[in-house]
């Protein structure tokens, strides 16, 4: 029998989550269980559950697979120099999920997760992660203003964190939205928090060299 390969299991669990976000989208979380999921991956019952044991799973592996992503693009963003306007890693990690349909979907998903409790473990791991690479990221672009203050790193990882959802939810209820003037009124609230940072930062500077 051929062996398995990582990169094939990693295929067929994307195919599962994304003939699942599909049916959300459609139907709505609660409408759908497993036997839809099988008809719309078009792979047999004994395959989804070689990789996942219940629906609830694979509600999980979306959020998984969401996180992921916006884990890479920080990544990807870590390695520019300079590295990238908060606002315009945002617009990279904001899960767009081919439209709004995508984004309904993934909002669904978000709120059935938050109301069994029970799967929150499921999904703890890769928020925190998701948390610790923003605020990584924000240490070194602070860095590069003249900043170094973890209180601040800490604070601006979080507004990221919160403005990457609320981009999910506000492109799931108004399919129309302007993208480009979410990314200027981004940029202006991030400048706003930074700048007297900056400000009190070269004023020590002057200080100390005084």
């Known amino acids: 029998m051929p062996r398995v390969t990582e990169d094939h299991r990693a295929a067929r669990r994307r195919q599962i989550t994304d003939a699942t976000l599909r049916l959300i989208s459609r139907e709505g979380t ?7 999921i099988i008809a719309e991956s078009g792979l047999s019952a004994g ?4 990789h996942f044991a219940s629906k609830d799973e694979i509600l999980a592996s979306v959020i998984e ?8 693009h920080v990544e990807t963003a870590m390695a520019q120099s300079p590295l990238p306007h908060p606002a315009d890693l945002l617009a990279r990690i904001s899960p767009g999920w081919d439209g709004p349909d995508g984004s309904i ?3 669904q998903v978000w709120g059935h997760v938050a109301a ?3 799967l929150g473990p499921l999904v703890e791991e890769h928020v925190a992660a998701s948390r610790a690479a923003l605020d990584r990221y924000a240490a070194h672009w602070l860095a590069e203003q003249g900043i170094a203050d ?5 604070t601006l990882g979080g507004l990221l964190m919160g403005l990457s959802q609320a981009y999910t939810l506000h492109s799931a209820f108004e399919p129309t939205l302007n993208a480009t003037s979410l990314r200027e009124a981004a940029r ?4 706003a928090l930074v700048a007297p940072l900056i ?4 004023t020590v500077k002057e200080t100390n060299h005084a």
Do not use: G, K, P
């Open 105 to 107: 979907a993934l909002v």
């Open 116 to 118: 069994e409790r029970q």
């Open 188 to 191: 202006a609230a991030i400048d």
């Open 65 to 72: 697979h969401a996180l992921t992503e916006s884990n890479r």
């Open 30 to 36: 609660h409408r759908i269980a497993m036997s839809n």
């Open 47 to 50: 395959a989804i559950y070689t």
């Open 150 to 154: 973890e209180f601040a790193a800490e």
């Open 199 to 202: 400000c009190t930062s070269f």
